[in-house]
């Protein structure tokens, strides 16, 4: 073989090996990697929980989240949903899932529907938050974005202190988005009459972070549906809680006080 066909045959060999990697790595490439990280402490009702777990399934039926995923950059997310509550509990209903069609969104609101909702005492963001990252190094894909998607109706009440677990988080390059639930007065212990702010201070954070706060019941779905596209999409959000001067700010500690009040006495 003369050196200018070892030559031909040699760049040809690098391309199809090139463009080999290049397709095995495209396959394993997804717009977002995404946490739907679900509050089930006992402080919320158990109709509460099934709303919050019905706007889940109805937004992956939602022909509006079919089309956010398909118009995304490569057309498929990876996602995952985990209940939490306590420092020492959250679990996987539903793991890490390819989602690049209808049909593997709906495959995945009904692995939601297949699973009892737990209910378990305290509430740890940071704990759910520390969670999420874990989950996001065990993804098998390379994401072009992380997210965790935290959603809950109170503060931080056990584990460590949770702008130390948000910070840590975004230092990574993952971004912490917010559903505050505020269906209720606040009317005893774990409750906070602005969810909306401590959640803005001390929980969001990272790239585009952005929350929507559910104060109706009837919000549920659409506030939920509403969130997930704009995740899903890289959506620039407008602030949804516009800062104004008389606003105090937010003990971001308040949640683990309260609690060590309580086991004090």
Request: with cysteine; charged share 25%.
């Amino acid at each position: 073989m003369n050196r200018r066909l070892q030559g031909m045959v040699t760049a040809l060999m690098a391309a199809a090996l090139w463009l080999s990697a290049s397709g095995a790595k495209a396959e394993t490439e997804v717009d977002v990697a995404l946490v739907l990280a679900v509050d089930v402490s006992r402080s919320m009702d158990p109709d509460e929980q099934e709303l919050q777990r019905q706007g889940f399934m109805e937004a992956f039926r939602s022909p509006q989240v079919h089309d956010a995923i398909r118009n995304g950059m490569l057309g498929r997310i990876i996602v995952t949903y985990v209940e939490w509550s306590g420092v020492d509990y959250q679990a996987v209903v539903v793991p890490w899932t390819i989602v690049e069609s209808p049909e593997s969104a709906v495959k995945f609101a009904e692995g939601l529907g297949n699973t009892p909702i737990g209910r378990v005492m305290r509430t740890s963001i940071s704990g759910a938050i520390d969670f999420g990252v874990k989950l996001l190094d065990k993804t098998g894909v390379e994401p072009i974005r992380r997210v965790i998607d935290i959603s809950g109706d109170g503060p931080n009440s056990s584990g460590r202190g949770v702008v130390e677990a948000r910070n840590e988080a975004v230092a990574k390059g993952i971004t912490i988005n917010g559903l505050p639930i505020m269906l209720k007065r606040p009317s005893g212990f774990g409750d906070m009459e602005n969810l909306d702010h401590y959640y803005r201070d001390c929980v969001i954070g990272g790239e585009g972070a952005f929350l929507i706060p559910v104060r109706e019941r009837q919000q549920f779905a659409d506030a939920i549906r509403t969130k997930i596209i704009r995740e899903i999409a890289a959506v620039p959000a407008e602030p949804l809680i516009q800062k104004i001067q008389a606003d105090a700010p937010v003990n971001c500690l308040e949640g683990e006080r309260r609690m060590y009040r309580w086991d004090r006495n």
